[in-house]
C-alpha cells in the first residue's frame, strides 16, 4: 500500500510463506528471493500452538488457531450491479452473493472450525473429507460480533490430525455499501454521459477479506485462490489471474461468468476484484498487462504515461533483484473512489486515479512525479510484500519500507532523479513523529498489535518513513553492493548493528564538542523527558574544513566518549553525517555552529548540498527541544539568499512553515512575513528568465512554472469574493482529470469568507459532493488556511463519533486528520479540548487513531511551552533583519 501502502520469526524457504526476523530479513531478502523461486513443495503448516488437543472454544486472544492450514480457495461471486442503469430498471440491487470452498489441512483434531466473517449473512455451511467426500456433522454455526469477526462453527464429532484434508463450503450474501472497504460500490460521472455509471471495487488491506467471504484472513495465511465472478452484460470483471470470460443465462437473465487463472500462493489482503464498463491501454513488451481506466480517461490519453513507465520500472527491478516477476499477468487500474493512494494486489494493482492518471495538458510536474513514484512503489511490492511476506502486521514495517526505500530507485530507471529527496521526504518526516515520547519502535511485539484499529495505527511515518530511513543507512553501513545482492557472509556485526533501530523507540542526537572530541549519545525529544538509556549502534561520518575526504567512526555506547578524530584546531569547523546517511541527529557545541554558519555565508558549495538541508532542519529542531538557541537556527537561514538549491530551501521553508503556524494569529507574523520575501527575492529573480522566456529548467527540482497552477487558484480565490468561489466548485464539478479536480479542491479552502469554509465543511460529510476519499485531505486544506484553523477543529471535534464510525472502516488517514488540524495549536485552551475528546474517546472505548490523538496532545504541549520561551527572542530576531 502507498504510504498517502514485512516478516516474522523463522525462515521457511521454499514455501509459500516465508518469514523472517525483522534483523534477519534485512540481510537475507534476496536470497530468500532465489530460493523462493526455485522451490516448489506445498505450503508447510505453521508449527502446532499449546491449544487443547481437541479445541471447541473460541481462541483466547482474536488470533485464529494455527493447526487448520488453508491451502486452496474456490470462490464464485455474484453481482447484482449494472454499469449503466437500463431503461426499464427503476434501481439498483446493491449486494451480492456467492459461496467458497476452502481446502484445510488439519494437524489437530478440533471439535470446531474458527475462520473470519465481517458484515455477511452465511446461509450454509457444509464440511467434507477431501479424500472420501464423507459430510461431517454440523452443530451449528455463528459469528462473533467482536473485534475478532469469528465464524464459529461447531462440529458434532471431530477432524482427523496429521495433516488430513477438509473441504469447508460456505454460502453468503453481503451488501454493497459505500464504505471503500471489502468489496464496495462506486458512482462516477462521464463527461460524455447524461446518467451516472456505477461500478464494483475492492480494497481488502488489512482485515476486509472477510467482508467479502469467510476466510482465513491473517497474512500469514497464504494459500491459492481460484476465482470466479458473475457480472452483468456490458461490464468486464478483473481479479488478480487471467480472465475467461463466457456468456451464459441464469433464471432467463444475461450474465456473464468470468474464471480468473490460480493465484500464486499468496495472503487475502493481496487479492482484488472489480467489475465496470473501463477500458485499457496495453503494456508494451509485456503481454498481458494493462492499463485500466474510465473509458474518457483511456481515450483522452490519460493513461499513456503510466503505460510508457511501467515496463521499464518492472524490469529495472528484475534486474537489481535477479529475479523475474513471476505471475503471467500484471495489471494496474485507476478507480474513482479508493481509500488510500495505491495498493500492491497481486496481479491487479489499485490506485486512485491521481496516482495512475496524467493529463500533459494540465498536469503539473509533480502530479507526473507523483504517478512514478506511486508506480514504482507498488511495483516493488510485488516482491516485498507479495512474494515475501510479513507472518503478522507487526511487521508491517519490512513491508512498507523496502517499498519506499526501493522506489526511489524504480522513479530513476523511469527518468526522475529522486535519490537525495529521500531525505526531505522520508527522513526529515519521520524526525518529526519519531521525536515524540508517544512514537513506537518500528517493530512491535505481536501481542501488542491484535485489533483493527491497532493494525490502521501501522499505516503511518514510522512504517514508512522511518522503515526507508533506516534501511539507507543499513545499505551505507554495509559495503558497496551487498545490500541488493544479500548478506552471505560478512564480517560486521549487522544483528548488533540494526537491533537498536528496529526493536527501540526513538532516534538519537549525537553532541560532539569538537574542542575535546567528547561526543554523547541521548535519546532526542522534542517534549524532554527521561527517555530510555538503551544506545544506538551509530555510524558516524564526518569531514573538516582542512580536510573534506569522508572518514567515520561508530559509538555503540552512552556517556562520554574520547574520539580522538572529532578533535578540530581553532580555525577548523567539523561536520558530521555527512549526506545525512545516519538516522539521527547532530549537536555541536555553539563554537562550531558559528563556524559552520560562517561558512554557509562564505562559500556554501563547500558544504555538501544534503548537508546543507541537513544542518538547517538539525538547528530548528534542536531548538524546538531546547537543545540549541534559536537565533542560532534562523541565523542559517540568511545564507539561502545566494543558494538556489531546492534541498536547503525546502528544508528551511518546512521549518520557518512552524513558525508561521505558531505566531500568524499574533503580533510576530508580520516581521516573518517581511523578512521570507526579502530572502526569496534572490531567488525569484534567479528564476525570472526561465518565467519570462517560457523555458523549463533542465533538472526537476528547479522547475517553477509547470507547477504555478495550484499557487494561483488558491491566491485568486483568497483575493475573490463568493462569485469567485462559485466559479471554482462549477469548474470542480466540471473538471475530467483528478489532479486537477484536486488543485481545484485545494484552491475553494483559501477563501476568506467564514461561512464559505463553514459550508465547505459540510460538503465533506456529502459524498455527492465530496468524495469520501477525499473528505480528510479537504478537510486538512481548510485547517491550513488560518480563517478555516479553528472551523475545521469544532467541525472534526463535533462529528468525531460520526466520521470515526462512517469513514474509519475505509479510509486510513483518521491520524492524518487530527494531524492535520492541530497543527497550529499552542495555546492551553487548544489542549484543553484535545484532552477533552481523549476523555470522550476512552469512555466511549473507541480506540480510534489513538496513538495520533496521544502525538497531537504532547506535540501541542511541547508548542505551548516553546511559544512561551520564545516568543520575544523570535521577534526580536526577525525585527532585527529588517
Given amino acids: 500500500m502507498a504510504k498517502g501502502t514485512c516478516i516474522s520469526k523463522a525462515v521457511a524457504v521454499g514455501i509459500g510463506v516465508i518469514t523472517v526476523s525483522s534483523v534477519g530479513g534485512l540481510v537475507l531478502m534476496a536470497v530468500m528471493f532465489q530460493h523462493q523461486i526455485s522451490q516448489t513443495r506445498p505450503l508447510e503448516p505453521p508449527k502446532p500452538t499449546d491449544a487443547p488437543g481437541t479445541p471447541t472454544d473460541p481462541p483466547s486472544n482474536i488470533r485464529l488457531f494455527d493447526f487448520l492450514i488453508p491451502e486452496n480457495y474456490k470462490v464464485f461471486l455474484q453481482t447484482y450491479l449494472y454499469g449503466a442503469i437500463p431503461n426499464n430498471y427503476t434501481e439498483q440491487s446493491f449486494f451480492f452473493k456467492g459461496n467458497s470452498t476452502v481446502r484445510l489441512k488439519s494437524m489437530k483434531e478440533p471439535g470446531a472450525i474458527y475462520l473470519h466473517v465481517h458484515n455477511l449473512n452465511v446461509t450454509n455451511v457444509e464440511v467434507r473429507k477431501s479424500d472420501s467426500n464423507e459430510k461431517l456433522s454440523v452443530k451449528g454455526y455463528k459469528i462473533h460480533y467482536n473485534e475478532s469477526n469469528f465464524l464459529e462453527i461447531q462440529l458434532g464429532g471431530k477432524l482427523s490430525g496429521n495433516g488430513t484434508y477438509y473441504d469447508l463450503f460456505t454460502t453468503f450474501e453481503g451488501e454493497l455499501f459505500e464504505d471503500l472497504s471489502g468489496l464496495y460500490a462506486s458512482r462516477y460521472t462521464e463527461p460524455s454521459e447524461d446518467e451516472d455509471e456505477e461500478d464494483e471495487e475492492s480494497l481488502l488491506q488489512p482485515t476486509d477479506a472477510r467482508k467479502v467471504f469467510p476466510c482465513f484472513d491473517e497474512p500469514a495465511l497464504k494459500a491459492v485462490f481460484e476465482i470466479t465472478i458473475i457480472h452483468r452484460p456490458g461490464t468486464k470483471a478483473l481479479s488478480n489471474g487471467i480472465a475467461d470470460p463466457h456468456g451464459t443465462q441464469i433464471d432467463g437473465e444475461d450474465w456473464v461468468v468470468t474464471t480468473f487463472s490460480p493465484t500464486p500462493i499468496m495472503s487475502t489482503y493481496l487479492l482484488a476484484f472489480t467489475i465496470s464498463d473501463f477500458e485499457s491501454r496495453i503494456v508494451p513488451s509485456r503481454p498481458n498487462m494493462h492499463i485500466y481506466a474510465r473509458k474518457e480517461a483511456i481515450k483522452a490519453g490519460h493513461a499513456d504515461y503510466a503505460t510508457e513507465i511501467t515496463h521499464t520500472i518492472l524490469t529495472h527491478y528484475e534486474d537489481i533483484f535477479e529475479l523475474k516477476y513471476r505471475e503471467d499477468n500484471l495489471d494496474q487500474i485507476a478507480l474513482p473512489d479508493f481509500g488510500v493512494g495505491a495498493m500492491e494486489n497481486w496481479g491487479l494493482i489499485s490506485y486512485q486515479e491521481s496516482g495512475l492518471l496524467y493529463d500533459e495538458d494540465t498536469g503539473s510536474t509533480f502530479d507526473k512525479e507523483w504517478v512514478a513514484t506511486l508506480i514504482a512503489h507498488e511495483l516493488a511490492h510485488q516482491w516485498f510484500g507479495n512474494l515475501v511476506t510479513m507472518s503478522w502486521w507487526n511487521d508491517l514495517w519490512l513491508n512498507e519500507a523496502f517499498a519506499t526505500y526501493m522506489s526511489y530507485t524504480g522513479v530513476e530507471a523511469a527518468g526522475w532523479d529522486l535519490e537525495d529527496l529521500i531525505v526531505l521526504r522520508e527522513i526529515q518526516s519521520a524526525f518529526h513523529v519519531d521525536s515524540l515520547n508517544s512514537s513506537r519502535p518500528l517493530s512491535l511485539h505481536e501481542n501488542d498489535v491484535q485489533t483493527f484499529s491497532e493494525i490502521i495505527e501501522l499505516f503511518d511515518d514510522i512504517t514508512y518513513s522511518k522503515g526507508a530511513a533506516v534501511l539507507r543507512m543499513l545499505s551505507a553501513f554495509m559495503p558497496k553492493g551487498a545490500f541488493m545482492k544479500g548478506i552471505r557472509e560478512t564480517n560486521q556485526n549487522l544483528e548488533a548493528f540494526m537491533s537498536t533501530w528496529v526493536e527501540q523507540v526513538g532516534y538519537p542526537v549525537i553532541t560532539i564538542i569538537t574542542q575535546t572530541g567528547d561526543t554523547t549519545q541521548e535519546q532526542f525529544l522534542l517534549k524532554q523527558e527521561a527517555g530510555h538509556d538503551i544506545p544506538w549502534y551509530v555510524q558516524i561520518t564526518f569531514i573538516k574544513s582542512n580536510d573534506l575526504v569522508m572518514k567515520h567512526d561508530t559509538l555503540t555506547r552512552k556517556g562520554p566518549v574520547q574520539k580522538p578524530n572529532f578533535q578540530i584546531s581553532k580555525d577548523q569547523w567539523l561536520l558530521a553525517n555527512i549526506n545525512c546517511t545516519g538516522f539521527y541527529r547532530v549537536n555541536y557545541d555553539e563554537e562550531n555552529w558559528n563556524k559552520l554558519l560562517m561558512q554557509l555565508e562564505r562559500n556554501y558549495n563547500v558544504i555538501p548540498l544534503i548537508n546543507r538541508g541537513q544542518l538547517i532542519d538539525d538547528a530548528f529542531n534542536l531548538a524546538r527541544a531546547h537543545r540549541l538557541n534559536v537565533t542560532i537556527a534562523l541565523s542559517l537561514t540568511k545564507y539561502l539568499v545566494n543558494d538556489t538549491e531546492y534541498i536547503p530551501w525546502e528544508s528551511a521553508l518546512k521549518n520557518l512553515e512552524h513558525f508561521v503556524l505558531m505566531f500568524d494569529r499574533s503580533e510576530v507574523y508580520g516581521p516573518i512575513t517581511k523578512y521570507l520575501r526579502k530572502q ?70 483559501c477563501t476568506k469568507e467564514i461561512w464559505l469554509l463553514n459550508r465547505y465543511l459540510e460538503y465533506t460529510l456529502d459524498p455527492s459532493k465530496i468524495r469520501k476519499m477525499d473528505m480528510v485531505s479537504t478537510i486538512n486544506y481548510i485547517a491550513k488556511n488560518v480563517a478555516g484553523q479553528p472551523l475545521a477543529w469544532d467541525f472534526v471535534r463535533g462529528k468525531w463519533s460520526y466520521i470515526t464510525q462512517e469513514y474509519g472502516a475505509g479510509i486510513v488517514s483518521l491520524g492524518s486528520l487530527l494531524d492535520g488540524v492541530t497543527q497550529r495549536f499552542s495555546r492551553d485552551v487548544e489542549l484543553q479540548e484535545l484532552k477533552q475528546l481523549q476523555r470522550e474517546q476512552d469512555k466511549d472505548d473507541q480506540g480510534v487513531a489513538a496513538r495520533a490523538l496521544e502525538q497531537v496532545i504532547e506535540r501541542t504541549e511541547a508548542n505551548i511551552q516553546w511559544v512561551k520561551e520564545n516568543k520575544d527572542i523570535v521577534k526580536e530576531w526577525f525585527n532585527g533583519e529588517l
Avoid: M
Avoid at 528564476?687 to 533542465?698: A, H
Fill in 680 to 749: 526569496v527575492t534572490g531567488l525569484y529573480e534567479y528564476f525570472e528568465e526561465y518565467t519570462n522566456n517560457g523555458t523549463i529548467p533542465d533538472k526537476h527540482t528547479d522547475q517553477i512554472h509547470p507547477n504555478l497552477r495550484r499557487a494561483i487558484y488558491c491566491s485568486a480565490i483568497a483575493a475573490g469574493d463568493e462569485d469567485d468561489w462559485e466559479f471554482v466548485w462549477n469548474e470542480y464539478q466540471r473538471a475530467t482529470t483528478a489532479a486537477e479536480k484536486d488543485k481545484l479542491r485545494y484552491a475553494l479552502s
